[in-house]
């Protein structure tokens, strides 16, 4: 199937090129006079004062035709465009072309003189349909420049072509497993009648017609693994002569999917896959060049993907060369429109249909999608945008009978109406949400309706592959490591601040980081972005292994391969620097993987850790006689597994595994061999948890549920005059008043107690009746109207979440909490007393001294508490959000050990 064309550089027959890429003269309509704009590139990603900018450019150069080349053919080539080009010639206009991602070419008149004057005139255009009513922004494919902005003007490389009038301007290339190579050929008009004559591996047949068929034998087929590339040689012969040669690459492969599964040549594959918005550093949408291309295919492959989702986004050719060349499954989308009407319907059929003869000879180009997540059209309510999905669907897979179709890449609340493989998307952190993740994964697995849609109208087999095709969880890049060349600080920095609530602003974040006092908790910045990055490795391992326990499910897409600009979820940064994890990752993501499940990942000293085990198989089986083993703290164990065919999920059971010691982080590592190799290899952290005892401290609870929990630690529990401390849920006028006379209060503000989006149960004080206009009086909820002044804010419908972007959530390992296993960012380990809550209301100051545990969401941004002091007249209190009473008193190390510190940091308050 399959490939790359490519002219012949030598001979009578010879296209010959020249490129005119370099220097040309721009000029962009009400921002001043001309400049000089290197081509290719979008003008944003060269002009500062151009960043954010649409309208009407002109680029000029001089166009000098070599005076040998008089008598052939001459054509002025554009690789893409953005978005609409008309080009002229010496004044005169040779043509127009619409569309941002794909190629054209313009004929060059007989008889233009050896120096003329080119201008290409490139309209990006806005939203304002009155200035640009035939093709306003919203209605054009433009994928993710609603975004990261705008992307405008020759942005691929322009050659001018010279080539005999009789030529084969394309051709598609079909290769079935059997050998049999069929082309398909577009002929120029003067080629008509001439002989094409095909030659592969010294094959060759020959035709005059329009399609021509050649056998192969025992064709090597291409694959991730062994990426066995063709290359055709096409020879146009008229009057006895060769007058056009060019070469074609091209793979032979099969994609198909059954019983639920994909399966690639015939062979079991599972996908790997990561999300690829094919952005760069310097030239936003322009690949820097082919090493760079093939530096980040090799990066892709070291952390075991097989699969490049290229997100809603026509790349660059070299793009899918290189992933032909070195092995990449590609996974490619139609640009979204905004705004669905019959001129934005008919221009993503136009686009797929270029895209289709761009790129349909590429053999890594496995799956198609349509619309991603619903954009530009809207299928929960139109029920004409499904029927017209579901006939776009139709229309793909009788166009390309041979690749795989999405119709809509979806997620909540958006579904599928019929499609090749039934994908969908999520994203929970972890530990915040992990009883989420769980349950989705689960409900996933078991092909659940919610996929698909609701209304009766969709065309569903029941045999999907169930794919994940985007998950994930922010890291941070290294500053330092994204600084431009001239190690200033990059101008997307000053960027995102319109997203997650301003939570995905980069720029400021050492200053935030310092503002806060951050250097206490984790030591400094540098060890802040490791430990960060360690949290988003930690969370991908666990999403993988969740979904990799379930055999339904056959694949899954990482958000994503590369940072893009202020979206900091890339396993490389922007600049394709490795994350921490870069060596590590390919344990967890890999055909064979160990999959390592506990329930809950801390156990007391003395105890017993529940470990249940299982392997799941991909494209790879693994054979009879394998052996897994396990070791920890020199103790050690073997399990025998079973041949497992690919594809698979074996249980293996549950190994109880005794962990003794002080309080810390066991790991127990995992290895699975077979012949003497090892086929995979993992492991799993649990947290260790030292016997303890109550302390002295005597606590008073008017709450009978708390007294009972205190009082099963092992507490003293008494009357509030006695006691050293009053435990709570929330407070009321009465507490307000006996801290004001020296009482200490510890409030577990967990959400269990209604209150005012404060801690307090009684109303804050009124506006006037005057004031505001409405049925019921308004009331002043802002954290300061009451004492203590504090707000308390439900995670849940904020960025407090935690999912898309990460939620960092730290405890101060210092005084009480020293000793705690792990840290300082909060592990799985705490998933049952994650706060459901967060605390506002402090100044960046009391973060230093008085905030012993809290939360800041992507780039340093939105801080709270979750752990905080706080004086109150001549007494004083602590508060956390921490859910600690979930699990009866003692079952739970992490609550237990929480509950202590907070009760001695209480206990110890100073008070008048």
Same mark, same amino acid.
């Given at each position: 199937m399959i490939g790359e064309t490519t002219a012949t550089r030598a001979g009578a027959s010879a296209r010959e090129e020249i490129s005119l890429d370099g220097a040309w003269r721009f000029r962009l309509e009400g921002h001043g006079d001309w400049r000089t704009a290197t081509v290719p590139g979008p003008w944003q990603a060269e002009f500062a004062d151009l960043r954010h900018s649409t309208g009407k450019a002109i680029y000029a150069r001089q166009l000098s035709i070599p005076a040998n080349w008089q008598g052939r053919e001459l054509a002025l080539h554009f690789g893409a465009v953005n978005y609409f080009a008309e080009v002229r010639l010496d004044g005169k206009t040779l043509g127009t072309h619409e569309g941002g991602y794909l190629p054209f070419e313009f004929v060059v008149p007989e008889g233009t003189p050896a120096e003329s004057a080119l201008?290409?005139?490139?309209?990006?255009?806005?939203?304002?349909?009155?200035?640009y009513p035939d093709f306003p922004f919203g209605e054009i494919p433009h994928g993710k420049q609603s975004w990261y902005g705008p992307l405008g003007g020759i942005w691929q490389s322009v050659r001018l072509i010279a080539r005999d009038k009789r030529h084969l301007p394309h051709v598609a290339i079909d290769a079935d497993i059997s050998g049999e190579v069929t082309f398909a050929f577009q002929r120029s008009a003067a080629a008509a009648g001439a002989t094409i004559r095909a030659t592969i591996d010294g094959v060759t047949a020959e035709t005059t017609g329009n399609s021509l068929k050649l056998k192969l034998n025992s064709p090597r087929l291409w694959s991730p693994e062994h990426p066995n590339l063709y290359t055709a040689k096409l020879e +146009?012969?008229?009057? /006895?002569?060769?007058?056009?040669?060019? @070469?074609? #690459?091209?793979?032979?492969?099969?994609?198909? $999917? !059954?019983?639920?599964?994909?399966?690639?040549?015939?062979?079991p594959l599972y996908i790997r896959g990561a999300l690829d918005q094919d952005y760069y550093p310097e030239g936003i949408c322009t690949p820097p060049s082919l090493e760079f291309l093939e530096d980040q295919a090799r990066k892709a492959k070291h952390l075991g993907l097989n699969m490049l989702r290229c997100h809603i986004k026509v790349a660059d050719p070299r793009y899918?060369?290189?992933?032909?060349?070195?092995?990449?499954?590609?996974?490619?989308?139609?640009?979204?429109?905004?705004?669905?009407?019959?001129?934005?319907?008919?221009?993503?059929?136009?686009?797929?249909?270029?895209? +289709?003869?761009?790129? /349909?000879?590429?053999?890594?180009?496995? @799956?198609? #999608?349509?619309?991603?997540?619903?954009?530009? $059209? !809207?299928?929960?309510?139109?029920?004409?945008?499904?029927?017209?999905?579901?006939?776009?669907?139709?229309?793909?897979?009788?166009?390309?009978?041979?690749?795989?179709?999405?119709?809509n890449s979806a997620c909540i609340p958006n579904f599928h109406v019929k499609t090749d493989i039934n994908d969908y998307h999520y994203y929970r952190s972890v530990p915040e949400r992990r009883a989420e993740w769980e349950k989705l994964t689960q409900e996933f697995a078991d092909a659940s309706d919610w996929t698909w849609t609701p209304h009766g109208d969709g065309e569903r087999r029941g045999d999907e592959p169930l794919v994940v095709s985007e998950f994930g969880v922010w890291g941070l890049p290294h500053p330092d490591q994204v600084k431009t060349p001239a190690g200033e600080e990059p101008w997307w920095a000053e960027t995102g601040s319109n997203w997650g609530d301003g939570a995905a602003y980069p720029h400021g974040i050492r200053n935030r980081f310092a503002t806060y006092h951050l250097q206490n908790v984790f030591g400094s910045f540098d060890s802040f972005i490791d430990k960060v990055q360690w949290y988003q490795f930690a969370n991908l391992k666990y999403e993988i292994e969740s979904m990799r326990a379930h055999a339904p499910i056959q694949g899954y897409v990482i958000t994503e391969m590369t940072d893009v600009h202020w979206e900091a979820n890339g396993l490389l940064d922007i600049n394709r620097n490795p994350r921490a994890f870069h060596d590590r990752f390919a344990e967890v993501n890999n055909d064979i993987v160990i999959v390592p499940q506990i329930e809950h990942h801390a156990v007391?000293?003395?105890?017993?850790?529940?470990?249940?085990?299982?392997?799941?198989?991909?494209?790879?089986?693994?054979?009879?006689?394998?052996?897994?083993?396990?070791?920890?703290?020199?103790?050690?164990?073997?399990?025998?597994?079973?041949?497992?065919?690919?594809?698979?999920?074996?249980?293996?059971?549950?190994?109880?595994?005794?962990?003794?010691?002080?309080?810390?982080?066991?790991?127990?590592?995992?290895?699975?061999?077979?012949?003497?190799?090892?086929?995979?290899?993992?492991?799993?952290?649990?947290?260790?948890?030292?016997?303890?005892?109550?302390?002295?401290?005597?606590?008073?609870?008017?709450?009978?549920?708390?007294?009972?929990f205190a009082r099963g630690l092992g507490y003293t529990v008494t009357d509030a005059a006695s006691a050293d401390l009053v435990l709570t849920h929330a407070l009321d006028e009465a507490d307000i008043e006996a801290m004001r006379h020296g009482a200490r209060y510890l409030v577990l503000a967990d959400g269990s107690v209604a209150t005012h989006r404060n801690l307090r149960v009684d109303q804050p004080r009124a506006e006037p009746p005057t004031m505001p206009a409405s049925k019921e009086r308004a009331r002043h909820l802002g954290s300061e109207t009451q004492l203590p002044n504090i707000g308390l804010v439900l995670r849940d419908g904020t960025l407090w979440r935690g999912d898309w972007i990460a939620n960092f959530s730290w405890i101060k390992r210092s005084g009480v909490f020293a000793d705690l296993p792990g840290g300082p960012l909060l592990d799985v380990s705490f998933d049952r007393v994650v706060p459901h809550h967060v605390l506002t209301g402090f100044r960046s100051w009391e973060y230093e001294g008085l905030v012993d545990a809290g939360v800041v969401i992507g780039?340093?941004?939105?801080?709270?508490?979750t752990i905080a002091r706080r004086p109150i007249g001549k007494g004083a209190m602590v508060v956390t959000t921490f859910r600690l009473t979930n699990d009866a008193p003692g079952s739970d190390p992490v609550a237990t050990a929480l509950f202590d510190g907070l009760v001695a940091t209480t206990s110890n308050l100073e008070v008048d």
């Open positions: 201008e290409v005139h490139v309209t990006l255009p806005s939203a304002d349909v009155t200035e +146009l012969i008229a009057g /006895g002569a060769v007058v056009d040669t060019t @070469t074609h #690459t091209f793979g032979v492969r099969t994609i198909e $999917t !059954r019983d639920g599964k994909f399966y690639l040549n015939g062979e899918y060369e290189v992933a032909d060349r070195l092995g990449l499954l590609v996974w490619t989308e139609i640009p979204n429109v905004q705004y669905f009407t019959s001129a934005a319907a008919q221009r993503m059929r136009e686009t797929m249909e270029g895209i +289709l003869a761009r790129d /349909g000879n590429h053999p890594s180009i496995v @799956t198609w #999608t349509i619309i991603n997540e619903d954009w530009g $059209t !809207r299928l929960v309510e139109n029920a004409d945008h499904r029927q017209w999905l579901k006939d776009t669907y139709d229309w793909l897979k009788a166009k390309d009978p041979r690749r795989l179709v999405v119709d007391w000293s003395g105890d017993s850790v529940a470990l249940k085990l299982k392997v799941a198989t991909g494209g790879r089986s693994v054979p009879a006689g394998a052996t897994l083993t396990w070791s920890v703290d020199g103790q050690s164990g073997r399990i025998d597994v079973p041949a497992t065919a690919g594809l698979s999920v074996v249980d293996l059971g549950t190994t109880d595994i005794k962990l003794d010691g002080a309080s810390r982080v066991a790991s127990i590592v995992l290895k699975l061999e077979a012949g003497g190799q090892e086929l995979a290899k993992n492991q799993i952290e649990v947290s260790v948890y030292a016997k303890r005892s109550a302390g002295p401290a005597r606590i008073a609870a008017a709450d009978a549920g708390l007294a009972a780039w340093v941004n939105k801080p709270a508490a």
